[in-house]
């Protein structure tokens, strides 16, 4: 796997347009089951995993119904 396949936090959280605290409080509070590495101090996320949660959580509305 490539290293470029992944991010720091404050690259997640701008990929999912959210701040880098949003995600150390979803982290903290086990809010999505968003995967993430933890090395020592350091957490990174896999672009692809980032990428999985933006479409699971993508909501589509089709003629008056949702789809998920």
Do not use: C
């Not at 290293?3 to 720091?8: K, S």
């Not at 404050?10 to 995967?35: F, H, S, V």
């Not at 090395?39 to 789809?67: L, M, P, W």
Request: aromatic fraction near 14%.
């Amino acid at each position: 796997m490539s290293p470029n396949n992944f991010l720091n936090s404050n690259q997640a959280a701008e990929l999912l347009g959210i701040k880098p605290e949003t995600l150390a409080i979803w982290r903290y509070n086990k809010r999505y089951a968003l995967t993430y590495i933890k090395i020592g101090s350091k957490v990174f996320y896999r672009r692809e995993d980032i990428e999985s949660f933006i479409i699971e959580n993508t909501i589509t509305f089709h003629a008056n119904k949702v789809v998920s």
